[in-house]
C-alpha cells in the first residue's frame, strides 16, 4: 500500500482519532475554531445519514455491519481545511484509514484507559460499537495498536485542559512541519 504525499497544509485535513470519550470532539471543535476551519464529526454524519441516534444505529447492526456502514460514510469525505473527530471504531476498517491519511495526519488522542472507563460510564449513550461479551478493557487493548499503527502522531491529553490539549496538538504538528508556525 503506498499513500499519496501529504497536501499542503492548505488544503489538508486533520483527523483525531482514539477510544469514546478520549476528547475528540471537543479537541476537533476547539482545534477548527482556532484555525478557522470547518469541523466535521463523523459519528454526526453516520446520524444524519440514517436518521437516528448513533447509539440506536450500533443497537440496531451488528458490530461488522456498523463498522462497515462507520467505512463507507468516512471514505466518502471529500474536504479540505478540515478537522475530522471520527468514532473511536473508525480504525477497524483499512479502507477508512487509508483515506483519512490521503486528506492529512492523523492524530491519536492517547488517554488512560481509567479516565476513558470514567467518560464513558458518565455517557451511556456514546454509540459504542463493541460485540457481545465484549468488555471495554479488551476494546480499549484491541482498539490501542490500531491506533498506534494508524496514526501520523500520538499526543497524549492525561491532566490537560482541553485549551491545552489543543496547544499540545499545534505544537506537535508545527514540529513536524505538518502546520506553520504561527
Do not use: C
Given at each position: 500500500m503506498q499513500l499519496l504525499p501529504p497536501p499542503a497544509h492548505e488544503e489538508l485535513c486533520i483527523t483525531l482519532i482514539g477510544m469514546p470519550g478520549a476528547g475528540k470532539s471537543t479537541l476537533?471543535?476547539?482545534?477548527?475554531?482556532?484555525?478557522?476551519?470547518?469541523?466535521?464529526?463523523?459519528?454526526?454524519?453516520?446520524?444524519?445519514?440514517?436518521?437516528?441516534?448513533?447509539?440506536?444505529?450500533?443497537?440496531?447492526?451488528?458490530?461488522?455491519?456498523?463498522?462497515?456502514?462507520?467505512?463507507?460514510?468516512?471514505?466518502?469525505?471529500?474536504a479540505h481545511r478540515t478537522v475530522l473527530a471520527t468514532g473511536g471504531s473508525v480504525v477497524y476498517r483499512?479502507?477508512?484509514m487509508e483515506h483519512l491519511r490521503a486528506l492529512g495526519p492523523v492524530l491519536y488522542l492517547h488517554v488512560p484507559f481509567a479516565?476513558?472507563?470514567?467518560?464513558?460510564?458518565?455517557?451511556?449513550?456514546?454509540?459504542l460499537a463493541i460485540a457481545p461479551g465484549q468488555t471495554l478493557t479488551h476494546l480499549y487493548e484491541e482498539r490501542r495498536a490500531l491506533?498506534?499503527?494508524?496514526?501520523t502522531l500520538s499526543i497524549s491529553t492525561e491532566n490537560l485542559t482541553p485549551q491545552e490539549s489543543m496547544q499540545a496538538v499545534l505544537n506537535a504538528l508545527q514540529k513536524q512541519h505538518i502546520l506553520p508556525q504561527r
Open positions: 476537533g471543535s476547539l482545534l477548527a475554531r482556532h484555525l478557522q476551519w470547518a469541523f466535521v464529526d463523523t459519528d454526526l454524519l453516520i446520524e444524519a445519514a440514517y436518521g437516528a441516534e448513533l447509539q440506536s444505529i450500533t443497537n440496531a447492526m451488528s458490530k461488522e455491519d456498523f463498522l462497515n456502514v462507520e467505512a463507507s460514510v468516512v471514505s466518502s469525505v471529500r483499512a479502507q477508512a479516565l476513558i472507563e470514567e467518560r464513558v460510564a458518565r455517557n451511556p449513550e456514546r454509540g491506533y498506534e499503527h494508524y496514526a
